[in-house]
């Protein structure tokens, strides 16, 4: 390889200078995309809940990569609430670059304290349901409206929305089966999150011919399940249906997220990346 083209290969990840904001970004898939964003030389913002300690974890990505990092408390299903952080941003670092919507609930297969399994459908609580809809996708539409909006002022900007693999498939409820359970007791993928999931897609669809003309890429990744020990009885199915045979590690989502950040993509919006080992192609 020559200099040349090691030098346009450096400069096409090169984040330096860029401020990024990461919603959830106290948790184990946001800190990861903070990670490799704060790795190629951008200033990143973690947004989560207090108790989730988003200073502590901007503190450690400034201590291991260098650039400044800020992590603030937030509530993203509050316009006051990002608009105080966006100011707050603004006042720092005086740009805001890209936005990772990264931030959602993660309901639980599992019985209520009942024993009742709330996750069907037919159960599913309306509160839960009210929750899950307001951070994973009434969230992301007021964090793109209010940095988005930021970006397309300065005429420059990306967006990345984190889907799933069930935002573009099905979920397969026989991978949450228990024996001794009848058919109507059994667990299943609540149905928030295939709502969730795949409404972040037309999310990213709608923003990405709004703000073309001012020069704002969006665009969505849709990861597979990443192993965090799971049981056993689950990944041993799972791993059936995935081509490559495992699920994720945290941190290969980095390499893919780097990409749709950076220039690398420049010519890139409205797509939606899958990233899941070939399941959604069987």
């Not at 890209?98 to 209520?112: G, W």
């Not at 069930?166 to 109507?184: M, N, S, T």
């Not at 999931?197 to 990744?221: A, D, H, P």
């Not at 049981?231 to 989502?253: K, V």
Request: aromatic share 6%.
């Amino acid at each position: 390889m020559n200099l040349k083209h090691s030098i346009r290969i450096q400069s096409l990840f090169n984040l330096s200078d860029r401020v990024a904001i990461v919603t959830g970004g106290a948790g184990m898939l946001g800190f990861h995309h903070g990670t490799i964003l704060a790795a190629a030389g951008a200033n990143v913002v973690l947004l989560d809940l207090a108790h989730t300690s988003p200073r502590v974890r901007a503190q450690q990505l400034q201590t291991t990569h260098g650039p400044e990092c800020l992590g603030l408390a937030a509530d993203i299903t509050s316009e006051g609430s990002l608009a105080e952080v966006r100011d707050r941003i603004m006042e720092k670092f005086g740009r805001i670059d890209i936005l990772i919507n990264n931030a959602a609930n993660n309901p639980k297969v599992e019985a209520d304290s009942t024993g009742k399994q709330w996750s069907r459908l037919e159960n599913f609580p309306l509160d839960v349901w009210n929750a899950d809809i307001a951070v994973g996708l009434t969230g992301a539409f007021l964090c793109s409206r209010i940095f988005g909006s930021e970006m397309a002022r300065s005429a420059r900007g990306v967006i990345v929305n984190v889907s799933s693999d069930l935002g573009v498939i099905a979920p397969d409820q026989r991978l949450y089966r228990k024996e001794g359970f009848a058919d109507d007791q059994q667990p299943v993928k609540p149905v928030t999150y295939s709502v969730v999931k795949t409404g972040l897609i037309g999310l990213t669809r709608y923003l990405s011919t709004y703000w073309n003309n001012q020069n704002v890429r969006v665009n969505s990744i849709s990861p597979g399940g990443v192993f965090a020990g799971q049981p056993e009885e689950f990944t041993s199915r799972l791993h059936q249906l995935i081509p490559m045979g495992r699920m994720a590690r945290e941190d290969e989502y980095e390499g893919a997220i780097l990409f749709l950040c950076s220039d690398a993509s420049s010519y890139m919006t409205g797509h939606n990346l899958v990233v899941d080992g070939g399941r959604s192609v069987l």
